[in-house]
């Protein structure tokens, strides 16, 4: 009983001593980023804060109003730039509720490296807040009708799914950066017109910079490679006529093999889908030997997405986005370690790409 009390005593004791640590801010005094957008621009760094910033409640009303604004400022280097907006602020700034980061075209071009650190640094950062490209300034996408008021729940990973844009999150980047020393991809974020924009294709950043982007066809064939097709729509041609396919894949396989100095990766898909609309072949209802031409051809495009994908990435660009050192490491230690000094092997790898696709419904009378 004795031992209980002083262990109360101590507990209580580290109460009162610690418990003024912490320095109370009222959610008036605060500032919430929601989305915030990164230039660079005349040798700066520009950030550009979104910020939802409640309002004291109405008196007499009983009622509290809240509103949303933008703060903006340039410095030397990223940090300098963001200590420059929190001052001129007012408020403390909290990146905890940010949701988005835009990242612009010119900034791609200097470097992630500052931002990289930035987000790894901030402990108040969610991991989760997706990250996309820019391709104009970050601040004329931000102030688009799309951003105005409180930021807009934005999916990407819908759009993933979809095979438009690959969905990268805050980790998704720190990890992709730091193992594969600056390789990763990005979403790419355009403006149609001043009222809206789209995200789709991506960008391929190296050495932590921008190096290319990718085709439709080849973001979606990353989208297969990475196992993230969840509802895809590709379109089925015979006999002149085209149907429309949902696809989701159910299962991606990765493998490196090497015959003496010959290397190839082995890439296979596993798909299902529904036809997703009541396609009349020659005015008759579709019949089983059509459905597996159909199936067939799907299968076709999926491979063919990859291929592109890979050709452009890995032969074209020398870009390794898929791990191939480590799998190189596992398949062939002594290969590796006579090309681990040297990308040029990136381009002679040989790509085996298998896709198969099965309609589970077809959603017409079968024959």
């Not at 002083?6 to 418990?19: C, D, E, R």
């Not at 594969?180 to 391929?204: H, M, Q, R, Y």
Request: aromatic share 6%.
């Amino acid at each position: 009983m004795k031992k209980i009390k002083i262990l109360v005593a101590f507990l209580l004791s580290i109460i009162v001593l610690f418990s003024g640590c912490a320095v109370p801010i009222d959610l008036r005094d605060r500032s919430i980023v929601q989305i915030m957008g990164i230039d660079y621009e005349n040798g700066k760094y520009k950030v550009i804060l979104q910020e939802f910033i409640p309002v004291k409640q109405d008196e007499g009303s009983g009622s509290s109003k809240s509103e949303g604004e933008y703060a903006s400022a340039e410095g030397e280097t990223l940090f300098d730039a963001l200590k420059n907006a929190e001052s001129r602020d007012g408020n403390q700034v909290f990146y905890g509720q940010c949701r988005l980061y835009i990242v612009g075209q010119e900034a791609l071009k200097k470097g992630i490296g500052q931002i990289t650190e930035f987000m790894n640094s901030n402990y108040q950062l969610s991991l989760a807040s997706s990250v996309l490209a820019a391709d104009t300034k970050a601040e004329e996408i931000l102030k688009a009708k799309l951003f105005s008021g409180t930021a807009p729940n934005i999916s990407v990973s819908r759009i993933e799914g979809c095979g438009k844009a690959p969905d990268t999150t805050v980790i998704d980047l720190l990890k992709n950066m730091y193992n594969l020393n600056g390789t990763g991809c990005l979403p790419l974020i355009s403006l149609k017109d001043k009222d809206e924009a789209v995200i789709e294709k991506c960008v391929v950043l190296k050495d932590y910079k921008k190096n290319f982007n990718l085709n439709d066809e080849q973001t979606m064939g990353l989208c297969f490679i990475n196992n993230k097709i969840s509802d895809a729509v590709m379109t089925a041609e015979h006999n002149g006529h085209k149907i429309s396919v949902g696809v989701v894949s159910e299962n991606t396989k990765i493998q490196m093999d090497t015959q003496g100095e010959k290397i190839i990766l082995k890439v296979s898909v596993s798909a299902k889908g529904n036809m997703s609309e009541n396609g009349i072949i020659s005015s008759k209802s579709v019949n089983l030997a059509q459905v597996d031409e159909i199936e067939k051809d799907i299968a076709k495009k999926i491979e063919n997405n990859i291929k592109n994908a890979l050709d452009k990435i890995v032969t074209k660009e020398k870009c390794d986005l898929f791990y191939l050192f480590q799998r190189l490491k596992k398949a062939d230690r002594n290969l590796y370690k006579k090309l681990k000094d040297s990308d040029d092997w990136l381009s002679k790898i040989k790509f085996e790409v298998s896709a198969d696709f099965s309609v589970r419904h077809s959603g017409i009378q079968v024959n």
